[in-house]
């Protein structure tokens, strides 16, 4: 017999939808002790709450997320909201008692992501950070050759988040789905929502980043603002490029822009060890390019591994062999590591403490841009 885990969602959109389909399908796939109930979804606006409770089965709705966190029968909160929002509802739900699933990054910037770090473990209440791409099996898979010492030592790892959805000087800023482009509502533009996956990824498999020294650029200056109507400037960062020194002595490049015409969500890395290198490409998920130097001079070459046998990371709670899974997999993976965590005892990460690194690389980030000096990673 599983145990109810009754989950509480405070958001209805892009994430909603990838967090609401792992809760729903993680059972199906992953034998655990809990299992996620869809207690309730909450939205300001009540007909688009409902409608989304309707189609991805919802018991109630929810219209102010202060009810949704008082309520007595909600284990578990899911933050889904523009990042604003993270630090309020994280501390409140804390304080409730709930366990927390917040949505990355996990803050605007590091006071807020250290305020939320000690309300969790005041209360004790189990946490994490939705950082998905740690769980593509191929990237789970690197960071198992890594562990294994198969890199050898590590001289270079090197980051692209490539997108081209901002482009055009009519789009606007603010409001739903595009909250994005409203450093008021997201902190920080490329740097916070796709550098953030880039630098989690890379201290997941490198460890941490001790020094920066980043650029950034805002093209588009000024930018109709849909919640007031006028025109505003635009206060986030449309692209960021930052050099990087990690604490094992490698060197790294890391760049992310929304501005790379023919790029829709380009992520790739490559790490250069002293024995092997590894390169991964989200457009290619499933597959992992391995160069090893130590096979004999005429054989050596770069191959391309199909990460999808029983053998590798997660793909035995799956298909068959060589069949392939794709991005929202991701999630069920971090859903069935939360959960599995919830009976080890193990907490499973990114917890909230671990995604502050990623914070405080990012805030490093842009502070350097700002002076166009080094920045410590404090
Ligand atoms: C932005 O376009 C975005 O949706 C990010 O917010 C996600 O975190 C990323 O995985 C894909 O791109």
């Given amino acids: 017999m599983t145990k109810p885990l009754n989950i509480g969602m405070i958001g209805y959109g892009f994430m909603g939808r990838t967090h609401s389909n792992a809760y729903a399908n993680v059972n199906h796939f992953f034998d655990l002790e809990h299992k996620p109930v869809l207690k309730a979804v909450c939205a300001r606006d009540e ?76 209360a004790g209440v189990p946490n994490i950070v939705w950082y998905n791409y740690r769980r593509v099996p191929a990237v789970t898979f690197a960071r198992q050759l890594i562990d294994e010492g198969k890199l050898g030592r590590i001289f270079h790892y090197r980051a692209v988040f490539l997108q081209d959805w901002t482009i055009s000087a009519d789009l606007p800023q603010g409001g739903t789905a595009l909250w994005r482009l409203d450093a008021a509502a997201a902190g920080s533009g490329v740097t916070g929502d796709l550098l953030a996956h880039c630098i989690d ?35 986030i960062d449309d692209a960021c490029a930052f050099l990087c020194r990690f604490k094992n002595g490698s060197l790294a490049t890391f760049e992310s822009t929304r501005y790379a015409r023919g790029h829709k969500a380009l992520y790739t890395f490559e790490i250069n060890g002293e024995h092997a290198s590894i390169k991964w490409d989200l457009h290619d998920l499933h597959r992992l390019q391995w160069f090893d130097h130590r096979t004999p001079g005429p054989l050596r070459a770069w191959s391309s591994i199909h990460v999808t046998d029983g053998e590798h990371p997660y793909m035995s709670k799956w298909w068959v062999p060589g069949l392939q899974i794709g991005y929202e997999h991701t999630f069920v993976h971090q859903a069935a590591d939360f959960l599995e965590g919830l009976s080890s005892g193990q907490p499973a990460g990114p917890t909230f403490r671990e995604a502050l690194e990623t914070q405080k690389v990012c805030d490093a980030v842009l502070s350097s841009a700002k002076s166009g000096r080094w920045v410590e990673v404090l």
């Fill in 47 to 122: 007909a688009k709450a409902k409608a989304f409770a309707e189609k991805w089965g919802y018991e109630s709705v929810e219209t102010d997320w202060k009810k949704l966190v008082a309520r007595k029968d909600i284990d578990a909160v899911d933050i889904c909201t523009p990042n604003n929002l993270h630090a309020e509802i994280a501390i409140a739900a804390a304080k409730a008692g709930k366990m927390i699933l917040c949505e990355k990054p996990l803050s605007m910037n590091v006071a807020e992501g250290l305020e939320m770090c000690q309300a969790v473990e005041k």
């Fill in 201 to 235: 990824t890379a201290i997941w498999l490198n460890g941490s980043i001790s020094t920066v020294n980043a650029m950034t650029e805002t093209f588009v200056k000024e930018r109709k603002h849909n919640l007031t109507g006028r025109v505003e400037k635009v206060g």
